[in-house]
């Protein structure tokens, strides 16, 4: 596409935030965007669904800081806050952890030339999101990977289910075995800028991994996004599934860290 690191970077951040602003623009939560933060206020507890997307502070960082956790303290929620390569002021995260907040995740920002890309064949496991039976599964798969209590299950399929068909521009994935059992998910984004594709929430089950399976729903979202006319896919991986984007194609870019109120899963 010809542009330099700097907006490549930006792309990432924008298609992060244009897809995670999704979770406050449910109609049961707030999408808020005060004093240069942008922040999720979502009534599911439990993580991710609380989130401050983007910080780019000019005035008294401190003091907006403190106001957003005490917002979500009063609401009594799990809650994250992410700083990506262009947050304002530099020092973001030492000054989150001054409030509070530990490092829980330290993500990298991919990138990968579509025009450039040699798809792997396709696997007969992995289909398009489909019916409800499908937007079911998928929410369960979910719920699984982020260790959603009982309580909030029922938000997290109705989030899942109201930002489906028209309502946003996306693709949901699974991968599913010939007894019927869902292995794995993912999410195709194109909410971000034009041309520009993104990769969300892929997981596979523990005991199905090692078979294929997440590269085989990366090849069907990164067709699907030449499909629709993308020249660039973009992601930000966890630190175990680097070395998969790598083998499809993705090059690291920059680093995302994740601070937050508790660990992102139990086993972390």
Same mark, same amino acid.
């Given at each position: 596409m010809g542009e330099g690191a700097g907006d490549l970077i930006e792309q990432i951040e924008d298609a992060f935030v244009a897809q995670w602003s999704h979770f406050g623009r449910w109609p049961p939560a707030q999408l808020r965007d005060e004093d240069g933060v942008l922040w999720t206020e979502n009534p599911i507890t439990h993580l991710p669904y609380n989130a401050v997307l983007r910080t780019r502070v000019t005035g008294d960082a401190d003091a907006v800081i403190a106001r957003v956790i005490e917002r979500y303290r009063e609401r009594d929620v799990a809650f994250m806050w992410l700083e990506h390569p262009t947050a304002r002021p530099d020092d973001l995260g030492l000054r *989150?952890? %001054?409030?509070? *907040?530990e490092p829980v995740e330290f993500a990298t920002g991919m990138s990968l030339e579509l025009d450039e890309w040699e798809p792997r064949p396709a696997s007969p496991l992995? #289909?398009?999101?489909?019916? =409800?039976? /499908?937007?079911? %599964? &998928? @929410?369960?798969?979910?719920? $699984? &990977?982020w260790e959603v209590p009982p309580d =909030? $299950?029922?938000?997290?399929?109705?989030?899942? #289910? &109201?930002?489906?068909?028209? #309502?946003? $521009?996306?693709? #949901?994935?699974? %991968?599913? @075995?010939? /007894?019927?059992?869902?292995?794995g998910k993912g999410y195709l984004s194109l909410a971000g800028r034009p041309g520009v594709a993104a990769i969300f929430g892929m997981s596979v089950l523990p005991e199905a991994r090692g078979r294929g399976i997440g590269a085989a729903l990366t090849t069907a979202m990164l067709s699907r996004a030449r499909e629709a006319g993308c020249g660039r896919a973009v992601l930000h991986s966890s630190e175990g599934a680097v070395s998969l984007y790598r083998r499809a194609g993705f090059v690291e870019r920059c680093p995302l860290t994740v601070y937050a109120t508790t660990p992102l899963w139990s086993d972390k």
């Open positions: *989150l952890r %001054a409030h509070g *907040l992995v #289909r398009e999101v489909r019916d =409800d039976d /499908d937007l079911r %599964a &998928y @929410a369960g798969l979910i719920m $699984r &990977y =909030d $299950r029922p938000l997290v399929e109705d989030l899942n #289910r &109201y930002w489906s068909g028209g #309502r946003t $521009r996306g693709h #949901r994935f699974i %991968a599913v @075995a010939e /007894d019927g059992t869902t292995l």
